[in-house]
């Protein structure tokens, strides 16, 4: 079996854009509300962040327009124009209920490529299958500047099995391939394995892209029912699914120390990689960017994957 190596870059679904094994999430990259940048993390530690990723062999970033409103855009394209080199960058359009017209599309994707600095991104998704416009329409929208070279793959995120499929079908009548699905999955998170959508997405070659891989923290061991997240993400957990999670982070501990130490968060980012999907762990600092890029270089073996598996039931919601 082989381990993940971070310069094992794997194409995204069929198209020619390679990624790192392990992308990194930047929605905390500017964003005071949720992540509370500014308070006791900010511009500097993402840099240093950003640095060890690079140094690490992660050149794969994932944003989005409505991040930090715009800031983290703007964070990771001064990031990406004082390191030069190989880069893939992905971000995502946020279908507000005011956007109705396919030209709107455009014009964000636009305004995220002038707060990246980028002539065009390696990933343009859908960030949301949201009403009123159709998926389809969204569809001829991705194709259209895909078209125009603005975009180098696109992709959805969010999307069920029957939108998925819809995306996938109208996409292909435009002669574009849909590359990939950013979906919430991990050891917490497993609802969308029993749903069939990870099974539709290998049969129709689109990538899996895992957001929220360690449980927004919950996966790392930091937090206990005594110790939760600040802020808005204290109320994504019970303290009752809290308690029931400590014997999984049992469990993944010792998985960790049987592979020569590894931490929680490196066994449940690998844990995602053995299930076939690319995790985007967000980082705050150096060190936590650090961390998880150990989760590659090594691989889970099957059983351990198994008991993982098993273990995490009593997690899922
Ligand atoms: N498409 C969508 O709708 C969608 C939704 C959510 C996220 N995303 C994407 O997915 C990315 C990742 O998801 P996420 O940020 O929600 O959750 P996550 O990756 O599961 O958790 C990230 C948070 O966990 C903590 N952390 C990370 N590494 C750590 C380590 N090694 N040790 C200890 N703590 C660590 C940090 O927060 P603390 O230090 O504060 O605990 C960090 O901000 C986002 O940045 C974004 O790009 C997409």
Redesign the pocket.
């Known amino acids: 079996m082989k381990a993940f190596k971070p310069d094992h870059l794997v194409p995204l679904g069929p198209t020619d854009v390679l990624v790192s094994p392990l992308g990194?999430?930047?929605?905390?990259?500017g964003d005071r509300l949720y992540?509370?940048f500014g308070t006791?993390?900010g511009e500097h530690d993402v840099a240093e962040a950003f640095e060890v990723c690079v140094q690490r062999g992660l050149t794969t970033?994932?944003?989005?327009e409505v991040?930090g409103l715009g800031r983290?855009e703007r964070i990771l394209g001064r990031l990406i124009r004082a390191t030069g080199g190989q880069f893939a960058i992905a971000t995502?359009f946020f279908p507000y209920p005011w956007r109705l017209s396919a030209g709107s599309l455009r014009r964000a994707l636009l305004g995220s490529l002038r707060r990246l600095g980028l002539d065009r991104v390696d990933l343009y998704?859908i960030?949301?299958p949201l009403p009123p416009i159709r998926i389809e329409r969204w569809m001829a929208a991705l194709a259209r500047v895909q078209h125009e070279g603005l975009t180098r793959a696109v992709g959805v995120?969010?999307f069920n099995l029957a939108q998925t499929r819809r995306a996938f079908e109208a996409l292909a009548k435009l002669g574009v391939p849909l590359a990939s699905n950013?979906?919430?999955y991990?050891l917490l998170k497993r609802q969308h394995e029993h749903e069939g959508l990870l099974d539709l997405c290998r049969e129709l070659n689109i990538s899996v892209?895992?957001?929220?891989?360690?449980?927004?923290?919950?996966?790392?061991?930091?937090?206990t029912a005594g110790h939760a997240?600040?802020g808005i993400?204290r109320f994504r957990i019970s303290d009752e699914k809290m308690r029931r999670l400590a014997g999984l982070l049992t469990l993944m501990g010792e998985i960790g120390e049987s592979h020569g130490g590894k931490?929680p968060?490196?066994v449940?980012l690998n844990w995602v990689m053995c299930k076939g999907a690319i995790?985007?762990?967000?980082?705050?600092?150096a060190?936590?960017?650090?961390?998880?890029a150990g989760a590659l270089g090594w691989r889970l073996e099957d059983a351990q994957v198994q008991a993982l598996d098993e273990a995490s039931l009593s997690v899922q919601d």
């Open positions: 990194i999430g930047t929605w905390a990259w992540w509370g006791d993390y970033f994932d944003t989005a991040y983290s995502k998704q960030h949301w995120s969010n950013q979906i919430e991990s892209i895992a957001y929220s891989p360690l449980g927004q923290g919950l996966l790392t061991g930091k937090y997240p600040r993400r931490s968060a490196q449940a995790p985007i762990p967000g980082v705050k600092n060190r936590q960017a650090a961390e998880n």
